[in-house]
């Protein structure tokens, strides 16, 4: 079983960046697209960006010039460069297979929180 270790969060002023990590514990299979999702309180878990096998990315509407997705299959890591964050992003983040995984998904990690504010 996969194990997924997100890391990088932190309280950080409107207009400021962060970067994302999430390590997993063994192989992320390269056939399959991982993802980024967050979960602010009170509100269902979104994905925010996505990237293949082959590197392309797709990310969601709130998110998209500002958010950039990457992935290190031979480290078996992902990444999440955020800049010009906005209140509205604060959330729990967390790294998984897409949303079109066809298999079960690994058990979600424990997330890394995302504060914006002032």
């Known amino acids: 079983q996969v194990q997924l270790v997100e890391s990088g969060g932190g309280l950080v002023e409107p207009g400021g960046s962060l970067r994302l990590s999430c390590a997993a514990s063994?192989?992320?299979?390269?056939?399959?697209?991982m993802g980024w999702y967050r979960q602010a309180p009170g509100k269902q878990r979104e994905l925010v960006a996505s990237?293949?096998?082959?590197?392309?990315?797709n990310y969601a509407d709130s998110v998209k010039g500002r958010f950039t997705m990457s992935r290190d299959n031979a480290k078996n890591t992902v990444y999440l460069q955020m800049h010009s964050l906005k209140p509205e992003d604060t959330a729990r983040y967390y790294c998984?297979?897409?949303?079109?995984?066809?298999?079960?998904?690994?058990?979600w990690g424990q997330g890394t929180q995302v504060t914006v504010s002032s």
């Open positions: 990237i293949t096998s082959s590197g392309s990315t």
């Open positions: 998984n297979y897409g949303r079109d995984y066809p298999y079960k998904k690994p058990d």
């Open positions: 063994a192989s992320i299979s390269r056939l399959f697209a």
